[in-house]
C-alpha cells in the first residue's frame, strides 16, 4: 500500500491524504456518537456520599439516575434524624430524654422499626436488645488506642437492669420507656433500614435499577441495563492481616446484604481486643469463635422492612452464634454465611450463588 501511494503523483499523494484524514475523522464522529449512544441508553451515574456515620455509595441506571441518586441520599439523612440517638430532637433522642416519664409520639416508621427491634430481642432471648444504649455507652470504641480502657464490671452491673426491651412499650404512632436511664440505640438495624429508605426512594424516582451501600448493608433495585445478576462483595475480615478486601463474592438479582464483623469497630487493651457486637445480656462484647455474619433477605414488596430486618439479623445471628444465628435465620426466611476465627465458611442451604476468592478460607458444606 506504502509504495503504491508513493508511485502516484505528488498531488494526488496529497489529495488522497485529505481524504484518509476526513475518513479517519468521521469514523472516530461515529465511533464517539456510538458510544454516546450506548452511555446514553445505559444512564449510568455512580456517587459517594456520607449519612449515618458511613459512606453511601450509589449506582444508578435510568434517564433521571442523577436526580434518583440525590433523592436516596436526602432520604437517608431524613432517616438518620429520626432514628439516631445522637440527633436532637430525632424520635430516639425524645423516647431516650423521655425514659420513666411519659409516651411521646413518633413516626409510623420509626414504631414499625422498633417494633421488629422488639420482635428479634424476644426471639433472641435478650441477647440482641434495642435498649442497650446504657451500656454499649460504656464501650467508647472512638477513644484512642492509647487511652481505650473496658468498663469495670461494677459499672456494667450498674446500667445492666437498664437493658431489657420488654420495658419499650410500641404503640403504631407512640412509645415509651418504662424506667430513667434506658435508652434505645437503633446502631444496629440503621444502615440496613437506609437500604428500605433508599429502594423505596429509586422506586418513586423512576430509577430503572440501582445498588445502594450504607456501611455494611447493601439493597439492589431493579435491574441492570443488560439484565446481569448484581454482584455483592463480602469483605474478609483479616483484610489488614491478608492485603486483600474481598474474601468472596455473592450474586443476587434483588433484596438486601448486611454484614456484621468484629472488625468493623474494635480496641485493644492489656494485650485484650475488644469489639462492638455487645451481648446485651452480660454487657461485654460477645466471644465466640466467629468474626463475622452476612445475612440475605429478599425484598418483598413497597414499604417492607427486610434490609433493615438483615442488618438486625446480622448481628443477632452473630451474638447467637453459627448454630442459633442459622436457626434464627431460617425462622424469618433469610439466609446466612457465617465466618469464624479459623476462617472457615459456613452458609444456610439456600445462601445465593457465592464464590470463594482467598485460598486462605476454607468453604464447609
Same mark, same amino acid.
Given at each position: 500500500?506504502?509504495?503504491?501511494?508513493?508511485?502516484?503523483?505528488?498531488?494526488?499523494?496529497?489529495?488522497?491524504?485529505?481524504?484518509?484524514?476526513?475518513?479517519?475523522?468521521?469514523?472516530?464522529?461515529?465511533?464517539?456518537?456510538?458510544?454516546?449512544?450506548?452511555?446514553?441508553?445505559?444512564?449510568?451515574?455512580?456517587?459517594?456520599?456520607?449519612?449515618?456515620?458511613?459512606?453511601?455509595?450509589?449506582?444508578?441506571?435510568?434517564?433521571?439516575?442523577?436526580?434518583?441518586?440525590?433523592?436516596?441520599?436526602?432520604?437517608?439523612?431524613?432517616?438518620?434524624?429520626?432514628?439516631?440517638?445522637?440527633?436532637?430532637?430525632?424520635?430516639?433522642?425524645?423516647?431516650?430524654?423521655?425514659?420513666?416519664?411519659?409516651?411521646?409520639?413518633?413516626?409510623?416508621?420509626?414504631?414499625?422499626?422498633?417494633?421488629?427491634?422488639?420482635? @428479634?430481642? =424476644?426471639?433472641? +432471648?435478650? !441477647?440482641?436488645?434495642?435498649?442497650?444504649? $446504657?451500656?454499649?455507652?460504656? /464501650?467508647?470504641? &472512638?477513644?484512642?488506642?492509647?487511652?481505650?480502657?473496658?468498663?469495670?464490671?461494677?459499672?456494667?452491673?450498674?446500667?445492666?437492669?437498664?437493658?431489657?426491651?420488654?420495658?419499650?412499650?410500641?404503640?403504631?404512632?407512640?412509645?415509651?420507656?418504662?424506667?430513667?436511664?434506658?435508652?434505645?440505640?437503633?446502631?444496629?438495624?440503621?444502615?440496613?433500614?437506609?437500604?428500605?429508605?433508599?429502594?423505596?426512594?429509586?422506586?418513586?424516582?423512576?430509577?430503572?435499577?440501582? @445498588?445502594? =451501600?450504607?456501611? +455494611?448493608? !447493601?439493597?439492589?433495585?431493579?435491574?441492570? $441495563?443488560?439484565?446481569?445478576? /448484581?454482584?455483592? &462483595?463480602?469483605?474478609?475480615?483479616?483484610?489488614?492481616?491478608?492485603?486483600?478486601?474481598?474474601?468472596?463474592?455473592?450474586?443476587?438479582?434483588?433484596?438486601?446484604?448486611?454484614?456484621?464483623?468484629?472488625?468493623?469497630?474494635?480496641?485493644?487493651?492489656?494485650?485484650?481486643?475488644?469489639?462492638?457486637?455487645?451481648?446485651?445480656?452480660?454487657?461485654?462484647?460477645?466471644?465466640?469463635?466467629?468474626?463475622?455474619?452476612?445475612?440475605?433477605?429478599?425484598?418483598?414488596?413497597?414499604?417492607?422492612?427486610? +434490609?433493615?430486618?438483615?442488618?438486625?439479623?446480622?448481628?443477632?445471628?452473630?451474638?447467637?452464634?453459627?448454630?442459633?444465628?442459622?436457626?434464627?435465620?431460617?425462622?424469618?426466611?433469610?439466609?446466612?454465611?457465617?465466618?469464624?476465627?479459623?476462617?472457615?465458611?459456613?452458609?444456610?442451604?439456600?445462601?445465593?450463588?457465592?464464590?470463594?476468592?482467598?485460598?486462605?478460607?476454607?468453604?464447609?458444606?
Amino acid at each position: 500500500m506504502k509504495k503504491w501511494i508513493a508511485n502516484l503523483p505528488l498531488k494526488r499523494q496529497k489529495t488522497l491524504a485529505v481524504v484518509l484524514a476526513c475518513v479517519l475523522i468521521v469514523l472516530v464522529i461515529l465511533l464517539s456518537v456510538v458510544w454516546n449512544a450506548v452511555e446514553q441508553k445505559e444512564n449510568r451515574v455512580e456517587t459517594t456520599g456520607y449519612a449515618m456515620g458511613s459512606v453511601v455509595q450509589q449506582t444508578v441506571y435510568g434517564e433521571n439516575a442523577q436526580a434518583a441518586s440525590d433523592a436516596v441520599l436526602q432520604a437517608v439523612t431524613e432517616l438518620e434524624n429520626r432514628i439516631s440517638w445522637r440527633v436532637e430532637g430525632s424520635d430516639v433522642a425524645r423516647l431516650n430524654d423521655n425514659a420513666g416519664v411519659e409516651w411521646i409520639s413518633i413516626e409510623p416508621e420509626t414504631a414499625s422499626l422498633l417494633s421488629l427491634c422488639r420482635e @428479634v430481642a =424476644a426471639r433472641t +432471648g435478650g !441477647v440482641f436488645d434495642p435498649t442497650v444504649l $446504657p451500656v454499649s455507652k460504656l /464501650w467508647d470504641f &472512638t477513644a484512642d488506642e492509647d487511652t481505650f480502657q473496658p468498663p469495670a464490671q461494677e459499672t456494667i452491673d450498674r446500667f445492666l437492669p437498664y437493658v431489657n426491651y420488654e420495658d419499650l412499650r410500641v404503640r403504631e404512632d407512640s412509645a415509651s420507656l418504662k424506667y430513667h436511664y434506658m435508652g434505645i440505640d437503633l446502631g444496629s438495624a440503621g444502615k440496613g433500614a437506609a437500604c428500605d429508605a433508599a429502594l423505596a426512594s429509586y422506586a418513586e424516582s423512576g430509577a430503572d435499577g440501582a @445498588v445502594v =451501600a450504607v456501611g +455494611g448493608s !447493601v439493597g439492589v433495585f431493579g435491574e441492570k $441495563p443488560d439484565g446481569s445478576a /448484581w454482584s455483592i &462483595t463480602v469483605r474478609n475480615p483479616y483484610s489488614e492481616e491478608d492485603g486483600e478486601t474481598a474474601m468472596g463474592v455473592m450474586e443476587i438479582t434483588e433484596g438486601f446484604v448486611s454484614t456484621s464483623g468484629t472488625y468493623e469497630k474494635q480496641r485493644e487493651a492489656d494485650g485484650v481486643t475488644y469489639h462492638h457486637l455487645i451481648n446485651a445480656n452480660t454487657g461485654w462484647p460477645e466471644d465466640n469463635e466467629l468474626v463475622s455474619v452476612t445475612v440475605y433477605t429478599k425484598a418483598n414488596g413497597d414499604g417492607d422492612q427486610n +434490609g433493615a430486618l438483615s442488618d438486625i439479623l446480622a448481628t443477632a445471628a452473630y451474638l447467637l452464634g453459627p448454630e442459633e444465628g442459622a436457626e434464627l435465620l431460617r425462622s424469618y426466611g433469610a439466609e446466612g454465611l457465617f465466618i469464624t476465627r479459623e476462617k472457615t465458611v459456613t452458609m444456610t442451604e439456600g445462601f445465593p450463588a457465592f464464590s470463594l476468592l482467598l485460598d486462605s478460607y476454607t468453604l464447609e458444606e
